[in-house]
């Protein structure tokens, strides 16, 4: 007898797959939730044939994008919402679980993303760049984002990945602890080329290491932490 098919912790659409719920003659259920948070109870045929995607909040962006929902722009639009107010969302912690939103024009739920890809196009959006908070502001809007590549917000951001692939945050641009030596790290990236600045006890000293390699050789396009 084959063995009995399992779909906990399968992924369709926008659905994990949590646990099975019940059986109801020949049809088996399984309880999922959604990246947009809700949890639903959906049959196991529905799941694996793709007919069933999400809680139902697909179909809803359908009509509220007109179509865009494979748009890179209504992509970012939508990875903007999850990592602000999906718990669920791997980078929520450092954008909504530290306090960063999304204005009211932009999260309208009717109009929002109308009103994000207006502004997007009249203010650089093309493909290939990416959505950047300027100044490390707490709130997405027309006033605080700019389009740019994703080198130079790289250079501007507190998060690094290290070796491990995990992302580690840090109170100064540039500078990440790495568990496995117990001290923290300045690198800046100079020309698609990763630069090790040194490993030091605290991140103060770290940071300072930091801004005073971009003095010293004149770079631009990187933001200093400001502590010289």
Request: aromatic content about 12%.
């Amino acid at each position: 007898m084959p063995a009995k098919l399992d779909l906990t912790n399968e992924r369709y659409g926008r659905l994990l797959v949590l646990k099975e719920t019940k059986k109801i003659k020949s049809q088996r259920y399984w309880k999922c939730i959604c990246d947009c948070g809700t949890l639903k109870i959906i049959q196991q045929g529905h799941l694996r044939s793709g007919t069933t995607k999400s809680c139902g909040c697909l179909r809803d962006t359908f009509h509220i994008t007109h179509g865009d929902t494979k748009n890179p722009l209504y992509i970012a639009y939508w990875n903007m919402l999850q990592r602000c107010y999906n718990p669920k969302s791997s980078n929520y912690k450092y954008w909504g679980g530290s306090g960063v939103i999304v204005c009211d024009l932009w999260k309208n739920k009717d109009t929002g993303y109308l009103e994000f890809k207006e502004w997007a196009l009249s203010n650089g959006y093309s493909k290939g760049l990416s959505l950047d908070r300027i100044k490390g502001t707490k709130v997405y809007s027309p006033t605080t984002c700019r389009w740019t590549t994703f080198t130079i917000q790289a250079r501007n951001t507190k998060k690094i990945i290290n070796r491990k692939g995990q992302v580690v945050s840090s109170k100064y641009i540039g500078v990440s602890y790495y568990k496995g030596i117990n001290k923290y790290v300045a690198e800046i990236v100079v020309n698609k080329k990763k630069i090790r600045l040194g490993a030091f006890k605290n991140s103060l000293e770290a940071a300072k290491i930091r801004d005073q390699y971009i003095i010293n050789n004149k770079l631009k396009g990187f933001r200093l932490n400001g502590i010289l």
